[in-house]
């Protein structure tokens, strides 16, 4: 006869408060959607800070954070569960996304839009007036426990029109906006994660900024803030500032050698002489 077990595997977040600077009512907005359970869509560019957001709010709320990476294998049973032989038993093991449910957990899956079109619709039922999840193999339908709360991210500026999050699905959440910070907030936030003085953070800020307005057609992306704290970690490790960006930013942009010689030259005309 199966039994039923929980994953003990999901991510989930109990650390004390995360850094976190608003730039605009992302905050109000998130706190207004939590008190009625309603589901946020958090979309902007890839290392803008949406999962630290999702952490910080998380933690301003009391609520256990469970997180999932959306992939392209990613199927239904990786979020809801199945049966699994342990020990000559099988036995049910909850997904993270029944895990949350049981629980009053936030989830939070991010880069949903990487998954398949078909298992993103499991979560229709509980973001919408329903707040069911339907767990099939189970032959029940689970509703949601008092504090749940689904919330997705993705970069709509990176996904293809083959990977684009359905009408169907946008149109159960309220939606968030975040990009790069201000230029003083972000380096208040490089300053902050990196261990670097603010002069150094504003440095590394001004050469993520000049990346950032060049026409971007031969990069897949530009540099984020993670790329900028990265760079300020190696340079808090004794690493040039010059030499620090190179590895952090300009090397992970591109392989062509061509467009990092351009990056290189960039750099050398931002970064400060010393």
């Not at 589901?39 to 290392?47: A, S």
């Not at 957990?105 to 999840?133: F, G, K, N």
């Not at 380096?187 to 001004?206: F, G, M, P, Q, S």
């Amino acid at each position: 006869m199966p039994t039923a077990t929980g994953n003990p595997t999901a991510s989930e977040n109990r650390s004390a408060a995360p850094f976190y600077r608003p730039v605009g009512d992302e905050v109000e907005v998130f706190r207004a959607a939590a008190r009625r359970g309603v589901p946020v869509l958090l979309k902007g560019p890839t290392g803008c800070g949406k999962t630290r957001f999702v952490e910080a709010m998380a933690h301003e709320l009391g609520r256990e954070l469970i997180t999932v990476a959306g992939h392209e294998d990613m199927t239904s049973a990786d979020l809801v569960g199945r049966f699994l032989l342990k020990g000559g038993e099988t036995v049910w093991v909850d997904g993270p996304l029944t895990r949350a449910v049981r629980t009053g957990a936030i989830c939070y899956l991010d880069e949903i839009v990487e998954a398949r079109q078909d298992t993103t619709v499991v979560i229709h039922p509980l973001a919408d007036h329903r707040r069911q999840l339907p767990v099939d193999r189970l032959g029940t339908t689970l509703p949601a426990a008092p504090g749940f709360q689904l919330v997705i991210s993705y970069n709509p500026g990176y996904q293809s029109v083959l990977k684009n999050i359905k009408e169907s699905t946008r149109q159960r959440f309220v939606a968030i906006e975040l990009g790069f910070p201000p230029p003083d907030v972000e380096a208040e936030v490089v300053a902050h994660e990196a261990a670097v003085d603010l002069d150094t953070a504003r440095a590394l800020v001004a050469v993520g900024n000049a990346i950032r307005d060049l026409d971007t057609a031969s990069l897949g992306e530009v540099s984020s803030t993670r790329t900028l704290i990265l760079a300020g970690v190696l340079a808090a490790e004794g690493l040039s500032l010059r030499r620090a960006v190179q590895a952090a930013i300009v090397e992970t942009l591109s392989d062509d050698a061509d467009v990092i010689r351009a990056l290189g030259e960039l750099v050398d005309a931002v970064l400060p002489r010393t």
